[in-house]
């Protein structure tokens, strides 16, 4: 299987919240999760982490190129290569700013 699990991460598409782990499986094709504009080739952009909102990974053989899709505060999209320095670290911080938020939101529902 060519299916790469990775932290779930909450993303917006076209003004829905929808919680998304990953897009590198064929039941998230089938579902509807693929986004209607992945990545079609990857960059060295960097912005301040602060910047980012989200993440998607998604991976060949499903896309074109294996890419870590970022959203900006700024709702722009960035692809980077996953397995770059400065993505892995992105990605690890939203991992953990989505952990604090999913805590905070837990001890407020109780």
Known sequence: SFLRVTSRVTTILENEVVDVG??????????????????????????PLKNLVSYTIQCKPLFSVDAAR?????????????????????????DEKNKKLQSVSNKTAH
């Open 70 to 94: 970022f959203l900006t505060i700024k709702r722009k999209i960035i692809c980077s290569d996953p397995s770059s320095s400065w993505a892995k670290k992105a990605m690890n911080y939203l």
């Open 22 to 47: 990953f897009l590198c499986s064929s039941a998230a094709v089938a579902s509807g999760l693929v986004l209607k504009s992945s990545c079609l080739t990857t960059t060295d952009t960097k912005v």
